[in-house]
């Protein structure tokens, strides 16, 4: 076809769209100014996740362009720049090239001038290579695949290479020194038997097509960065699926996704940038490791064994369901589940291609969307089914949009350092700890977690899945943790802890539902330094024992109250003040004794009736926080100290 003015126009136009885009909501909200990142590291105001009108332009020239033609065991070149030998063909110059037929053992060598730009139009080609690539771009500036409108295109590597020293490193089916762009509408399909899918040593753009990728290891890699824009992608990965690996520079080693469809069954981490992920757009349907039914965690927190082997099949070994911790103290008043310990672990790494370095330790990881500094979500569609932590940070994770609903076998949400919510829809809906990090503020959005631990959990240090997990948290209070909710809507269901941190607890705003436990060695709130109220509604049910409220610093009248029994599950609890006007409401969907709850509507000196089923008692507001609990904390809601609570 004839280049199309009308289609560079399109492309420049849409260059600079995503250009504007990728360098907009890079912020947080001004309600989480005041939190400080506790990890030094990239971010996504430091990537540059712009897109070249060039990557996006799919005219060119025909009559210019070389034609290159596969059949009967040949190659026919029609032009010059490009040489063959049997169904090798070897491309040495700057220009367009139009490859069609097939080889049954053939290959497109591009060997030119370090500053040669090469477009290669697939216009139904179809390349099998029996030792090595079948796409191997050894030298050139930059190379881009252009899928022609309509076409099928299919490259198909074996299961091992013969290489030479010149390309020892060689290990992708479309392998490529240079950077590498891949747009056009039609479909290219890529089955991997050696390794990876497709591998760029420098930056990886995708504009456009249907891509599907079956690989024995990484289906997609770029080095240096990823950045996709658009198109369909079908992708199944013996390890990872998408993956920037560089680890020397801070504004290196990203995945940008501004649009896209993406179906991802990977046996390891389904997105993982080495330093910053970030999300603005786009469909997302995600499942590693086999699946939450795969579970990395049992639900007494130890490590499941046998989780690994369990990958790629569909999961759910004999120890694969989550399950909730009935066996570890259940009913009121039960016995805190036992720490494990480390003899208790038995996580053994057996495959040497299921294993990826994280943090400072190497583990098996099958992980949705991973990140090495930042995981920065702004948009799209996800649904993910994990057998690991859903989403993954060793550093921070920013929600500012997106609806995200997560099946996970350990972590909805993970964060070594900050995690901010400021909107979006955030949906837990299976989880060992639902949202943790070392400072998580929620600002905004709608957020729902089930976990059979801790619904949120702030604690230091990063998650190992082993006895010094997050979840296995200390009694005294730790430096720089805080858990921060000044708006949004939050719904947990937690059967360990409902809200938990191990530093201080602060709440200026949102409106918070908690069905906590039902045993007494958990809390719905626990908290090793203060917890204050200056704002927001809240209203928290769980067992006795273990119970906590709001402390005297807080400006917003709580009350902590203990009825005089058990209460059934799925009995609405209703307060009403003196003119029987509802103030609050709540069903929890487990059986419960004391409740927690706190609104701008509260006054002191009124008196105020607590309903649930056959129940009701009275509570006058005496003071900042009143409570008639005999729990473990005392009722004063001050914490930290002995019987303070502990994040099991």
Partial sequence: MKISDTKKLAAITAAFFITVTAFSGCSESANSSKTTSSVSQAAKSDIDASIAAEDIDVGYDEESSVGITFADGSAAIDGEGATAEGETVTISQAGTYILSGTATNGRIIVSADKTAEIKLIFNGVDITCADNAPLLVSKAKKVYIVLEDGTENVLTDSASYSLVEDDSNTDGAIFSKADLTINGS?????????????????????????????????????????????????????????????????????????????????????????????????????????????????????????????????GGGPNGGMGRPDDNGNGMGGEPPAMPTADDTGLTIEAAANTTTDSDSTSTSAK?????????????????????????????????????????????????????????????????????GSIVTIDGGTISVVASDDGINCAGGSDTGSTDRMGADQFSAQEGVELNINGGTITIDADGDGLDSNGNFTMAGGTVYVCGPTNGGNGALDYNGTATVTGGTLIACGAVGMEEGFGDNSTQYSVLHDLGSTVSANEKLTITDSDGKEILSFTPTKTWQSVVFTSTDLKEGETYTITAGSQSETVTIDGIVTSNSKGMSFGRGHGGGPGGGRGF
Avoid: R
Avoid at 189 to 214: C, E, P, Q, R
Avoid at 408 to 434: F, P, Q, R
């Fill in 186 to 314: 039609g479909t290219l399909t890529v089955n991997a038997n050696y390794k990876h899918g497709i591998v760029s040593k420098d930056d990886l753009v995708i504009t456009d097509g249907n891509i599907n990728v079956t690989s024995a290891s990484t289906a997609m890699e770029g080095k240096d960065s990823i950045k996709i824009s658009g198109g369909t992608f079908n992708i199944s990965a013996g390890t990872n699926g998408i993956k920037s690996t560089n680890t020397e520079a801070s504004d290196k080693g990203f995945i940008s996704v501004t649009g896209g469809s993406f179906t991802v069954v990977a046996n390891n981490d389904a997105f993982e940038a080495e330093t910053v992920l970030s999300i603005e757009g786009g469909s997302f349907d995600i499942t590693t490791g086999g699946g939450s039914a795969n579970a990395s965690m049992k639900s007494d927190g130890t490590p499941n064994s046998d989780w690994h082997n369990n990958m790629g099949n569909g």
């Fill in 368 to 436: 949705a969307l991973k990140a090495g500094n930042e995981v920065n979500i702004s948009g799209g569609e996800f649904k993910i089914d994990s057998a690991d932590d859903s989403v993954h940070s060793n550093g921070n994770i920013v929600i500012t949009g997106g609806n995200i609903s997560v099946a996970s076998g350990d972590n909805g949400m993970h964060a070594d350092g900050n995690l901010t919510i400021s909107d979006g829809t955030v949906d837990i809906t299976k989880s060992y700890e639902g949202i943790e």
